[in-house]
């Protein structure tokens, strides 16, 4: 790393230690040719792909809308948010390893799937049951977005 103040390229580190709680660490750093010092941060470079969906659209990856997926199959299970929190990071980490820029949703589908059936049966079946009559997540998150299970339509019998 280049000194910011002189732009020379000999510089030394004279303090190292984590930051962030462990995600970073930060580094005191002397300039060899005018003695100034400054301060870099290392962290790790985490970048999910883009995902591409069937309509060829390409959306940057929605952590948000990964979780809104999987509440409604996991509604009512035994599963603590431990343990949901846990199956969000694999798929993240699946996704990431794939080392690819763009994803297509359809391969997104098919990784929580294969997430939601290690984790617990009946929240596979939902899940599997709804998303493969749309063959593509974007589809899915678009139901999911139209179901509001507050509102149930016995409420109008009820009157
Ligand atoms: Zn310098």
């Known amino acids: 790393m280049h000194c910011p103040y002189c732009n020379a390229s000999e510089t030394k580190v004279i303090d190292s230690r984590l930051a962030a709680e462990g995600a ?3 580094r005191r750093r002397s300039c060899n040719s005018c003695q100034e010092r400054f ?8 970048v999910m792909p883009r995902i591409i ?11 948000e809308k990964l979780r809104r997926s999987i509440l409604l199959p996991l509604q009512k299970r035994p599963i603590t ?8 990071s694999r798929i ?12 297509s949703s359809k391969v997104l589908g098919e990784i929580i799937m294969s997430e ?3 984790l617990d049966d ?9 998303y493969r009559d749309f063959q593509d997540i ?3 998150h678009q139901e999911i977005a139209n179901i509001r299970p507050n509102e149930k339509q016995s409420n109008e019998t009820d009157k």
């Open 39 to 46: 301060t870099t941060f290392e962290m790790v470079e985490v």
């Open 116 to 118: 939601l059936k290690t």
């Open 138 to 140: 974007d589809a899915f």
């Open 122 to 130: 009946v929240a596979y079946v939902r899940f599997a049951s709804v």
């Open 24 to 26: 970073q660490v930060r």
């Open 81 to 88: 948010i431990d343990e949901q929190e846990a199956m969000i």
């Open 53 to 63: 969906k069937s309509s060829g659209k390409i959306e940057p990856y929605d952590n």
């Open 92 to 103: 993240e980490k699946r996704v990431r390893q794939m080392g690819e820029r763009e994803i």
